[in-house]
Structure formats: structure tokens, C-alpha cells
């Protein structure tokens, strides 16, 4: 026999209505010696009370007397049918006096599920509602099962929405409490080998943070499929304190474990034995499960993929600064969030005869395409500036070479040069943020002339000439640096320069600084560089 027949047929609460005593002993009798459980009342007032919600176990199903000494059984029957907590409570009317075709026919046309005359032979009323609760029951699945899909629907939208396996492990306890009306856990290795487990219960009495899963560490989970097996039915291979002791025994929990690929480690679902009354419910904690491990598996994907490409555009970046007497140097290179695709920003310093070249640029978009253009013109900056080009003719150069290798592609880039003799500096500027020159008495200034991005084909100005005497500071910054949504780019350039204007003027301790007081977001990559200028040669 399937469990749903098994269920159709077990004994349920029944509320019986009657005002005559001996009558409502006769049915109250013969459906406790069914088995079922028995509640009753003498009028459709006190009928409509037991049926009211109050915390107890309603009834499965009502029997109904059509004559009623405060109402008829059929208004019983229309008003229970009308109130959305009770209307799918099979209403049985019956009747010793109501006995015609029409009566009958108005009692069903009125909400009544089935309408019995009497004298009511037992097997007949135990027939009529085992069949009333069959189709009530069968209603009650197909409702909850739909809701629940509905609920799977959600909670799978929030596990590939999850940024991290944090918090993917912590929406997975979340839907799985949801779906099931239950206390939940949900167990996971990371992409980083970091086996945690979220619950939803609380670990002390006092603890009243509910809002949101409970997260630990979960020793001893990790790649091994048999040892992972062994726990889910014994118990005693890995131990996880945080489990309420009532799940701590096997008998009393369901554990289903899933896995994206066989070589991966595996993701486990856990919730009361009890909260899962029907194979539907097996299947969608197996879906749930299953759909854990492969919004994993995506991030994994994307860690791994993110990593390298990571790598790579750190392998583009300059493994060291110049040693020179002509300035002192400080970088720092801040890649966006783990979140976010790499981009193209970059530095550059190169000792050259004429004087220290350095540079800071961004290659516009976020993506390995990016990055790959940003190892292009890093590479060609560098041979450029060794040539011995003055910093207009490399940006010329670094523009006809973008648009013949990379048509398309544009680049912000503001190449200084700060020359060995005397205390000019030459700054030429495609389309950046403009460089901030603090003085030695303090006070900041931005060279804000400039020219075309790179990769337009348009013509460079000459390099504007600035004077900079010793102890001057030379910052440039890319956009990750001050750049925020909603804030106007020139309230941001004011905070760099009143930050910049502060403290000391050693570059280490300027990048340290920024990074602190201004805060990146992580929306988008940093590359700062800091240049405090020493005096130039002589002779």
C-alpha cells in the first residue's frame, strides 16, 4: 500500500455536530471505534468555536446536523465553506427529517461535501468519510506540494544569487527551514577547503539572533563519500557539536547528501525525520540539496577562474619600483572584490637616461579583455619610455599602437616625467584623473590639463611643465580610489587632496593613509602611486 493510501486512511479528528445527545453518541461511538478522534457540539454556535483558530488541532472533517436549534446545519456548512482557514474541511450534512431529492440537492448545492439521511448505517458514514478525507487529504498535498515548488522556485534564485559559499551555506539553512516549517542545517566545503555548517536553531536559550543562520565550523567534513555516509546514518564519524541533541541521533533526522561531481566534496541537507511526511517531500530536499551543490560548483568555477585571471594581471604589473636618488616611491595595487571581474587599471616606473618615467592608467571595462590590453600597453610604456621618448610622443605612439592591435579598446593613462636635472616636471595626460602635486609647505594643487583618451586616433598636446622643488609629493590615483555612486567626482578629487595635505609626506605612509581615511568600496580596482621628489643632480 503507497504511503498517500496509507495516510488517506488513517484515523483524523472529527468534529461532530448534533443537538439530539443520543444521536451524536451513536456517530461519536462509531467513529471512535474506527479509531478516530471525536469532538463535539450541540449547536452550529459552538461548532463554529471548536472550528476557530485557537492554537489546537483542528478538525479533519465535520458531520453535520441539518437541524440545528441556533442555525441550520447548511449554514454551518456556508460558513465554514467561507472562511478561507476552514473551507477545505469536508462538510458532512445529515439529516433524520431533510430527506427529500431537493433537500439533499440544496444541502450539496450549499458547500456539503457528501449528504447522509438517516438512520445511518455505520459502515456507510465510516465509508462516506474515509472518501471525504481521501479527496481533502489529497487537496492538502497538492496544495502544500505546490507551495513548496513555489518555495524551491525562490530558494534556488537566492543560492546562484549567493556571493560567496558564506553566504550560500547560510540560504541554503534559510530554504530548507522554509520549505519544510522545520529547524534546518546545511553543511558544505568551500572553494577555499573550509568545511562550515549553518543552522537555524540556537546554540544557548539566551541566543536571540534568528534572523539569520548560525554558522560553525564542521571538522572533519571534507571529500571521502563512505566516511560522509557513515555519519549521515551512525552518527559517530564526524562529530558536529552544534547538532540539538534531538538530531544527534540518526533515528530522529533525514541527512541527504549531494554533490556536483564525484571528485568534489560533498553538501549535505539536514531536518527532523519528522518534517518530511511524503516522497514528494524526499524528492524536493534531494532537488534542494542537489541545487546547493551545483550553485557551489559555480562558485568554485568562478573562484578558480577569478584567481587565475588574477594572477594573470598581477603578472603584468611591475615586480619592483626603481631604486633612484631622484625620488622615493610607494605603490599600491588593491584588486576589486572577489565579486567582481578584474579590470585594467595599472602602474609603471622606469629609470630611464632623461629622468624617473612613471605612470599610472586604466584600461576601461572589467573583464580578461581588460586585463590583456592593460599587459599590452604596460609592456609598450616601458620599451617607449626606455627609448628615451619625452611622455607626449609615448602617449602618440601608445595611441596608434591601440588602435591598430585593439580597435575599440580605451585607455586613460597620465605619464609624468620627472626629469634628473633641474625641478621640472613633464606631465602629459590622456583622459585621467588629474595628478595632485603637494608642496613642501602643504598646500595641494591639480595639473588638470590634459588630452584624448588613448585609442580615439586624435592628436596629444605637448607635455604640460610644472616646477616641483624637493619634498614635493606627486600622487596618482585611479578611479577605484575616490570614485563613489551618488557622489559628485569632484567632492571625491577635494577628500583626496584634504587627505593628502595631511600627515607626512613619506610615500609609504601617504598610500597607508589614503587607503584608510578614503576607504575603496571595491566596486572597482586601486592602483595609487606616491612620488616624493629628492633633489635633482647637479653638474
Known amino acids: 500500500m503507497s504511503h498517500a493510501l496509507e495516510q488517506d486512511r488513517s484515523p483524523a479528528r472529527i468534529l461532530v455536530v448534533d443537538d439530539n445527545p443520543t444521536n451524536r453518541y451513536v456517530l461519536a461511538t462509531t467513529l471512535r471505534r474506527a479509531g478516530h478522534q471525536v469532538i463535539e457540539a450541540e449547536d452550529g454556535t459552538r461548532a463554529l468555536e ?41 462538510v458532512i450534512n445529515i439529516s433524520a427529517s431533510a430527506i427529500t431529492v431537493q433537500d439533499r440537492t440544496q444541502g450539496l448545492y450549499r458547500g456539503a461535501d457528501a449528504y447522509l439521511v438517516e438512520p445511518i448505517a455505520p459502515d456507510e458514514l465510516l465509508a462516506t468519510i474515509t472518501a471525504s478525507l481521501r479527496y481533502a487529504r489529497a487537496r492538502r498535498r497538492a496544495e502544500r506540494l505546490a507551495e513548496r515548488l513555489h518555495l524551491l522556485n525562490e530558494v534556488t534564485l537566492a543560492l546562484y544569487s549567493a556571493p560567496d559559499a558564506n553566504q550560500l551555506v547560510h540560504a541554503t539553512a534559510q530554504g530548507a527551514a522554509a520549505i519544510f516549517r522545520c529547524d534546518a542545517a546545511a553543511i558544505l566545503t568551500t572553494p577555499q577547503g573550509n568545511p562550515v555548517v549553518a543552522h537555524t536553531w540556537h546554540d544557548t536559550p ?96 568562478y573562484s578558480e577562474e577569478h584567481a587565475l585571471a588574477l594572477t594573470l594581471q598581477r603578472s603584468f604589473l611591475p615586480e619592483s ?106 606631465i602629459a595626460n590622456a583622459g585621467h ?36 622643488p624637493p619634498g614635493t609629493l606627486l600622487l596618482l590615483v585611479t578611479d577605484g580610489l575616490i570614485e563613489r555612486r551618488h557622489e559628485d567626482l569632484q567632492t571625491s578629487l577635494k577628500s583626496l587632496a584634504e587627505v593628502a595635505g595631511e600627515g607626512s609626506t613619506d610615500p609609504e605612509e601617504t598610500c597607508t593613509r589614503l587607503l584608510e581615511r578614503l576607504s575603496p568600496d571595491g566596486n572597482d580596482d586601486v592602483a595609487l602611486m606616491a612620488v616624493r621628489l629628492n633633489p635633482a643632480a647637479t653638474g
Open 433 to 468: 584623473l588629474p595628478p595632485l602635486l603637494r608642496a613642501p609647505d602643504g598646500t595641494t594643487a591639480y595639473v588638470t590639463q590634459h588630452g584624448p583618451l588613448l585609442g580615439l586616433g586624435l592628436p596629444h598636446p605637448p607635455a604640460h611643465q610644472v616646477t616641483a
Open 206 to 301: 539566551a541566543d536571540t539572533q534568528a534572523a539569520q543562520p548560525q554558522a560553525h565550523p564542521a571538522p572533519g567534513w571534507g571529500q571521502e563519500s563512505e566516511r560522509v555516509k557513515a555519519w549521515a546514518t551512525s552518527g559517530q564519524t564526524i562529530p558536529l557539536p552544534c547538532l540539538p541533541t534531538e538530531l544527534k541521533d540518526p533515528a530522529n533526522r533525514r541527512v541527504v547528501i549531494g554533490r556536483a561531481k564525484t571528485e568534489r566534496p560533498p553538501v549535505a541537507l539536514l531536518v527532523p525525520a519528522g518534517a518530511l511526511t511524503t516522497q514528494d517531500d524526499e524528492r524536493l530536499l534531494t532537488q534542494l540539496t542537489q541545487a546547493c551543490a551545483l550553485a557551489l560548483e559555480a562558485l568554485r568555477s
Open 50 to 90: 471548536l472550528l476557530a483558530p485557537h492554537g489546537g488541532e483542528p478538525p479533519e472533517a465535520a458531520v453535520v446536523d441539518v437541524r440545528l436549534p441556533d442555525m441550520t446545519g447548511l449554514e454551518v456548512c456556508e460558513r465554514i465553506k467561507s472562511d478561507p482557514l476552514t473551507a477545505s474541511i469536508p
Open 321 to 426: 619600483l626603481p631604486k633612484t636618488a631622484r625620488a622615493h616611491l610607494a605603490v599600491r595595487y588593491l584588486p576589486a572584490s572577489d565579486h567582481t571581474e578584474i579590470g585594467g587599471d595599472f602602474y609603471e616606473a622606469i629609470d630611464t637616461p632623461a629622468g624617473l618615467v612613471v605612470a599610472v592608467g586604466d584600461v576601461a571595462g572589467h573583464s580578461l579583455d581588460a586585463a590583456m590590453v592593460m599587459g599590452q600597453i604596460r609592456h609598450a610604456l616601458r620599451a617607449y619610455a626606455t627609448e628615451g621618448h619625452p611622455p607626449e610622443v609615448i602617449l602618440s605612439r601608445l595611441d596608434r599602437l591601440l588602435t591598430t592591435v585593439e580597435p575599440g579598446a580605451t585607455v586613460t593613462l597620465c605619464v609624468v616625467l620627472v626629469a634628473h636635472h633641474g625641478d621640472t616636471l613633464h
